[in-house]
């Protein structure tokens, strides 16, 4: 069963920024997109080990929501957590939503 953890509210992001939060001891990076959508992945950059994902340049991929890494730029699709510049690299997606006003995630 999921276990959903309410991180903020959806007032206190901003569209296309995220934020870190630490959930059961991991570090997660919470987007809100300008579309009102929510994702989540872990903050942890997978290259250079830095907890910065959070700090990351919202973009866009053939469709596909991304994050680019402020550290090497590499980018990572949203939804997935596979990084779009080297396939065998990606970050660890969690389930996140919009429910009363509040954002929520569900650890992976």
């Known amino acids: 069963m999921k276990r959903w953890i309410p991180i903020c509210t959806v007032d206190g992001l901003v569209p296309d920024r995220g934020v ?3 959930v ?6 919470v987007f809100l997109l300008g579309t009102g959508e929510v994702f989540a992945v872990d903050n942890i950059d997978p290259f250079s080990g830095a ?3 959070s700090r990351g340049l919202i973009g ?3 469709g596909a929501p991304t994050v680019a890494s402020p550290v090497y730029k590499q980018r ?22 919009k429910g009363g006003g509040v954002v929520e995630v569900c650890p992976p």
Do not use: K
């Not at 059961?24 to 990076?29: I, N, T």
């Not at 990572?76 to 939503?97: M, Y």
């Open 20 to 22: 870190a939060a630490l």
């Open 24 to 29: 059961e001891g991991r570090q997660v990076a």
């Open 51 to 53: 907890a910065v994902m």
């Open 60 to 62: 866009d991929a053939d």
């Open 76 to 97: 990572f699709d949203l939804r997935s957590g596979r990084c779009l510049d080297d396939d065998a690299v990606r970050l660890q997606p969690w389930a996140a939503r």
